[in-house]
């Protein structure tokens, strides 16, 4: 099963998307945590910390995998259910890897998304909603949120499940949740 949760900044998609990966994972095959976020400051560091705590005790295995999505799979963990949290993060670092501005790199993690699903039994995606509003926005920034438009909805399209999360409330746009 493939899920994708889209929504704003510390909303509840976190903690939502693991509970749906220990869920999927009663079906064996492991339970793998992709952190992609790289930190860069202590507000980043804070935020892992937090998320280590909230997952700590369910059985989660960390892969770090800022980049090159794929990576992380192998042949003795496909059959597992993952959490990618998330693809904010993997495009960001994708696009400004080593601080070099990579234009194509929305192409790549799309491919990176689509590929790693492919060969996963289980995932879980978790994204933010961070392309929908009315302002205008540097060059940069507005390449930024096109691709991440085109990362979710290229995700949409293979997800089983789709939804949205606000302040803690789950709008379903496709499928079920298996809680």
């Known amino acids: 099963m493939k899920i994708l949760f889209s929504g704003g900044c ?3 998609k976190s903690t939502l998307a693991e509970d749906c990966a220990v ?5 064996g095959g492991g339970l793998y945590y992709i952190a992609t976020m790289i930190p860069h400051d202590d507000e980043d560091e ?3 910390k937090r998320h280590l705590h909230n997952r700590a005790g369910k059985g989660f295995t960390t892969l770090e995998q800022g980049v090159n999505l794929p990576d992380c799979v192998t042949k003795e963990n496909a059959k597992g259910s993952f959490l990618l949290d998330s693809v904010t993060a993997l ?3 994708e696009m400004y890897h080593d601080g070099i501005y990579e234009p194509a790199a929305p192409d790549k993690v799309v491919k990176d998304l689509l590929d790693f699903a492919a060969k996963v039994e289980n995932a879980v995606f978790v994204s933010d909603f ?3 509003d009315a302002d205008r926005y540097n060059e940069f920034t507005e390449e930024y949120r096109e691709g991440l438009a085109r990362c979710d909805k290229a995700l ?3 997800c089983d499940t789709v939804a949205e999360v606000c302040t803690g409330c789950i709008t379903l746009y496709k499928g079920e949740l298996p809680l």
Request: glycine share 4%; charged share 20%; aromatic share 4%.
């Open 10 to 12: 510390k909303n509840g």
């Open 46 to 48: 804070l935020r892992i």
């Open 156 to 158: 949409a399209e293979i």
């Open 130 to 132: 961070i392309y929908a």
């Open 91 to 93: 495009l960001t670092n």
């Open 23 to 27: 869920a999927l994972s009663r079906s």
